[in-house]
């Protein structure tokens, strides 16, 4: 059994990524996992235990959310609550993971960058079907990020790994200026090629700016938890000549929202072609995703990832007129058990990471 620590886990990250590790890699283990829940989900993905700490003074919750998959059987605990995002701890937890045959405990990861990186990982997926990082004639200068967090931090630095021969400009969009400096001053120092802008998207005389900054953004991640939106429907280019991916994981309750309700409603729910949502989980984003759920989007125009790369569709079910992808992901524990299973093999077969076994 395998410790695996928070400082192992990002420096095994920054060890093995690149654009072909992502997709050749680390894309196809996590749609290994996504397409074992697509079989049996409510046996692959019990519902999830959600329970406030029952001692005295304590605003934390806690989330213990298993998987019995084929090839991903253990299970992610994650705590936290408001005290914990005033002293600037967010959420806390490990991964364990379980041989599947005999239950014997393989690994215990903290999951603090997993969970963040297989987010932004599933993100990836659509991404490079829409923007293809490997054609030289793509045109996808700059990026906008709505957050700061490690979500935030993931999907950028994904992004960039990606498109990094043709990105030039990242746009960082927070309700606090400080946080965002100080993730344009992390990525810069990774990526310093890269011209990285902070925003305080509260303050009116910046809103013109950021709106022109959005509006020129092939590329736009909404990573804040937010009950109200951030990426406002007129920040969107709606330029049908122009390919816009928008990636969606701030909001994960019926009343939190990132996107404009003001673009869903026209672009998808009124629209004539009905043109599909991306989703992780049909039943999970409809129950969870404040987007989906105000916007009164059905299942009907869902499209799961598995259903998306598993068989060739017309970018026009999944497209709006405006040539905009949006893609929703609530998160899954078998993303995250998917992960660190990959993370304990390669670790076992490593020569420049040492972990300790127990």
Known sequence: MKIIT?????KYFNSTLSRDAIINKFQPSLLK??????????????????????????????LFMPCIAPNEVGIKLISGGPSNSKNGLGFQGCILVLDEYTGSLQGVLNAKSIT????ALASTIPMVKVLDPYDSDAS????SVFGVGLQAYWHVKLALILYQDKVNHVNIINRTLK????????LLMEFPNVSFK?????????LSTIKKQVSDSSIIFGCSPSTEAVIKADYINLDPKVKKFISLIGSYKPHMIELDLDFIVPQYKEAASKPKILVDSKE?????????????????????????????????EYTTSTNVVVLKLVGLSVM???????????????QSITVHDF
């Open 116 to 119: 963040a990186f297989r987010t």
């Open 140 to 143: 996808i200068s700059s990026i």
């Open 33 to 62: 996992g996504l397409l074992n829940y697509e079989k049996d989900p409510s046996n692959i993905v019990p519902p999830r235990i959600v329970q406030t700490s029952n001692t005295e003074n304590s605003d934390t919750t806690h």
């Open 336 to 350: 995250d058990l998917s992960i660190a299973n990959l993370i304990i093999k390669d670790i076992d077969d490593s």
């Open 6 to 10: 928070e400082d192992n886990v990002e």
């Open 284 to 316: 999970h984003t409809l129950h969870e995703a404040g987007e989906l759920i105000q916007s009164g989007i059905d299942e009907s125009q869902l499209i799961e990832l598995t259903d998306f790369c598993k068989s060739k569709k017309d970018p026009s």
């Open 198 to 206: 902070a925003y305080l998207y509260s303050e009116d005389d910046q």
């Open 179 to 186: 946080n965002g400096e100080e993730l344009a001053n992390k």
